[in-house]
């Protein structure tokens, strides 16, 4: 792993380089940015899609992919959304929302791996349908006011000055961080998206570890659906389009392998607080939105071409 | 340069950071001759291949074809100056035609669009100077290995070879077809075509070989005439010292009575049938036949990576229902599969994970992992198999092909399986490594251990068995006893299947 090892440290801290010339930069356009509070910004932004992403490397890191996340977020901020409303205890209703979240993404995993169907396929069909779900729950409206005691406790701030979302995606990052390098369910999470058959070869219950990887999964986006219930103080069963594309150019950026077996939670933690930090940027230097998708889009290519560049050093 | 030679390397020096693949090569390849090209895994055979045919370009020294010293830019360059190759692994495009294929990238044009008459006129052409009984508009899918082999030849033929270099083109074959594949060999020298025939099977060089010629370490070592040659002697220059490149059985043979393991009737459609044997304590029983003869899909079914349909496995008395790689483990048999690179091992795991990946359960902690223990436990099983490097961090997929089989083989000694099944446990292996490996087999069923081996190398499966099952396309045939091994035994119930000649045999 020493030589691997090594690799990632550069690839991580290429992230970092990059997070660093993006602030100089913007830095310089407006003094601003480089505040306290735009900072805090940043990284609470960062939060929502943090999660979602967190969570969907797991399923990429098994060669898999997840597109059904945003949808799942949806039900869980319905769900989670009734259950409050209706004088639940936020407490109980947040572990409801992320045991919802779990079951949701272990069904998608057991589509991948009992009925066999490719991932990107299966969760395109349960994008679809746990969409359908949430609006059939609140027969299409909003689920509104939120108590406030729900809004404080996961969206509030530590001292007045820290939101607590920050330390929920802190939080799940270092917890999945250990899952993936510190229990044998990482190390058969590596190697199912490095060599599933090989894998499968040596005894492993490949079927269980992945309906796992895909239960973290919904667990992220369970998170992530909490931490937008307490900020907006609604749920709408529309919430959570287009997510899964921000967390899987996260990923990406933190330099995941769409192929497999290779990424890492701290890669994927950079990804999404730098594509926060650049729309941030954009904003506060007063780029105009249109242009926002465009640099984005911009930064997911460069990001991966950089990637294969490096790796193709790194094999000279 | 006489008329005679039509490839001449000089002083060929190519340099991988760290490493001299190739140091000074200097050699001539007559025309018209089978040139064999010898030598261990990394002697530098594919290095000098990739040279001639344009896949590397920074090299020092000279390559000169006919008097012109040449330089390809890309492999496409070469083939049009008629260099072509037979890759080692067929790289045809299965959902093409046989027609599709051959003339790939250059096909005949009418104005804009492809001229399908012509293309499939010109291929068929071919197809009948190579004595094939399939057409152009074959789908290439429907082919077996021998005949997708047969297209590539097909292919260099297109592009008007007049070399064309075989990388280990028997690996896959049947004897049938590599007995094809050698009267295709000689028609093409005989209309003038020169063929460079790298094999890590010297019965074949004999056969097929005029000249061969030896690498070791990357350095010319020497060209032989083949006429005036041994295998010893061949074998004695690859490596450098004195091997008999046969496997043989070192120590005393001394299996129990006790059966460790019982197959009755076992049956999976299509593939086999009524499977029966029994593998004793300390054996080994090697299994033999042709390809095709379905040895790889018992094993894999007595192991769960398939699941029969109907016959019993019974493992130390007990009739187990085996279903999944993981039952197989339970119940203490262990596959080391055929092909290491896409079953073995996972290319993005060092070795210490790819050598955990099937004992990490029976790891002390439940939840976490550790990895002190998982690398403790890894140094043990890479001395046992003699690593190299002896290092647990160095990714698996950087080792050669010799070390990378001892790492999926050190994967099953970590765990505590005591039937261990190997399907081809030498393929693409080079000597050294080889004799290493038979080495550890022995040590295994001293062990008390015992052990199922699959082999298409027969004097392999002679050498090393205690007995030896013989299979027919789906059938078990015959089940020989040591006294019994002879290759013409081995090959009469592998082709025939039947007993009736057994005594004129």
Redesign the interface.
């Given at each position: 792993m020493l030589k691997i090892k090594k690799f990632k440290i550069f690839r991580e801290f290429g992230i970092l380089v990059a997070l660093f010339a993006m602030v100089i930069i913007f830095t310089a356009l407006n003094p601003i940015y480089i505040s306290f509070n735009n900072i805090i910004d940043i990284i609470q932004q960062s939060a929502i899609n943090g999660l979602i992403a967190i969570g969907i490397t797991f399923a990429i890191l098994t060669a898999g992919i997840d597109l059904s996340v945003g949808s799942t977020l949806a039900i869980v901020i319905v769900v989670v959304g009734k259950f409050l409303t209706s004088g639940l205890n936020p407490i109980i209703a947040i572990f409801i929302g992320i045991l919802i979240g779990f079951l949701l993404g272990v069904f998608n995993g057991l589509l991948i791996t009992k009925l066999k169907i490719q991932p990107f396929v299966a969760t395109l069909g349960t994008m679809s349908v746990y969409r359908g779900i949430a609006y059939v729950i609140t027969g299409g409206w909003p689920v509104l006011n939120m108590p406030r005691d729900f809004r404080n406790l996961v969206s509030g701030r530590v001292f007045n000055i820290i939101p607590i979302p920050i330390f929920i995606l802190i939080g799940f990052a270092i917890i999945t961080h250990i899952l993936l390098n510190h229990t044998r369910f990482g190390t058969y999470v590596y190697s199912i998206g490095g060599n599933e058959e090989a894998t499968r070869l040596s005894g492993v219950n490949v079927e269980k570890n992945k309906v796992l990887a895909y239960g973290l999964v919904g667990v992220g986006a369970a998170l992530a659906a909490l931490v937008l219930l307490a900020r907006l103080g609604t749920g709408e069963p529309t919430a959570g389009q287009g997510y899964e594309l921000d967390a899987i150019a996260a990923a990406a950026i933190g330099g995941t392998s769409l192929a497999g077996g290779k990424g890492s939670v701290l890669g994927t933690f950079l990804g999404a607080i730098l594509l926060s930090a650049l729309k941030v940027g954009l904003i506060v230097t007063g780029v105009d939105t249109f242009w926002q998708f465009i640099a984005t889009g911009s930064i997911i290519i460069i990001a991966v071409y950089l990637e294969h560049v490096q790796s193709q050093l790194y094999k000279k | 340069m006489s008329d005679q030679e039509i490839i001449q390397f000089n002083n060929v020096t190519k340099v991988f950071?760290g490493v001299k693949a190739l140091d000074k090569v200097s050699f001539k390849i007559n025309k018209g001759e089978v040139h064999a090209l010898l030598g261990e895994n990394g002697a530098g055979k594919s290095t000098l291949l990739n040279i001639l045919h344009g896949v590397y370009q920074g090299y020092e020294g000279k390559v000169l074809i006919k008097n012109d010293v040449i330089k390809f830019g890309n492999p496409h360059e070469a083939i049009q100056f008629g260099i072509s190759k037979v890759h080692q692994e067929v790289s045809l495009i299965p959902e093409l035609t046989v027609g599709q294929n051959i003339t790939l990238n250059y096909e005949p044009k009418k104005k804009l669009l492809i001229d399908y008459d012509k293309m499939h006129e010109e291929a068929n052409k071919i197809l009948d100077k190579l004595h094939c009984n399939f057409r152009s508009k074959d789908l290439v899918k429907n082919l077996s290995i021998g005949e997708m082999q047969m297209i590539s030849i097909a292919k260099a033929l297109f592009h008007d070879a007049k070399v064309i270099s075989l990388d280990e083109p028997t690996a896959s074959l049947t004897s049938s077809e590599t007995e094809t594949l050698f009267r295709i060999i000689r028609e093409l020298k005989a209309n003038g075509i020169t063929i460079i025939y790298v094999s890590h099977r010297l019965e074949e060089i004999f056969k097929i070989a005029d000249k061969a010629t030896v690498l070791r370490d990357g350095k010319f070592i020497r060209t032989f005439d083949v006429e005036d040659t041994t295998k010893d002697e061949l074998i004695k220059s690859m490596v450098g010292r004195d091997v008999s490149s046969f496997a043989k059985r070192n120590k005393p043979r001394r299996f129990s009575e006790e059966v460790v393991l019982e197959i009755n009737n076992l049956t999976l459609e299509p593939h086999f049938k009524d499977i029966s044997f029994k593998l004793r304590k300390g054996e080994i029983l090697g299994f033999a036949g042709l390809v095709g003869a379905k040895r790889t899909d018992v094993v894999r079914t007595i192991?769960g990576?398939d699941h029969k349909d109907e016959g019993e496995i019974i493992v130390h008395g007990n009739n187990v229902d085996i279903k999944?790689?993981?039952d197989?483990?339970?119940n203490g048999i262990g596959?080391i599969?055929e092909n290491r690179k896409?079953?073995?091992?996972?290319?993005?795991?060092?070795n210490?994970?790819n050598i955990?990946?099937?004992c990490?359960?029976n790891?002390k902690d439940l939840?976490?992992?550790d990895?002190e223990e998982k690398i403790e436990n890894s140094k043990v099983f890479i001395d046992k198999i003699n690593l190299k490097p002896k290092d647990p961090?160095?990714?698996t997929r950087e080792l050669s092909g010799g070390n990378q089989q001892k790492v999926v083989l050190a994967?099953w000694l970590s765990?505590n399986v005591d039937i261990f099944i190997f399907d081809e446990p030498t393929k693409g292996v080079d000597v050294g490594a080889k004799q290493e490996i038979y080495k550890l087999l022995e040590d295994l069923v001293a062990q008390g251990k015992s052990i199922i081996m699959v082999s298409s190398e027969l004097p392999e499966v002679i050498g090393m068995s205690d007995r030896i099952v013989v299979m027919k396309e789906g059938r078990l045939t015959k089940i020989l006893d040591y006294k019994e091994f002879s290759e013409e035994k081995i090959m009469h119930y592998a082709m025939e299947g039947t007993d009736v000649e057994d005594k004129e045999v």
């Open positions: - | 950071p192991f990576a999944s790689p993981l197989g483990l339970e596959l599969p896409t079953q073995g091992f996972v290319k993005n795991l060092n210490a994970n955990g990946l099937a990490l359960e790891f939840i976490f992992l990895h961090l160095y990714l994967k765990t």
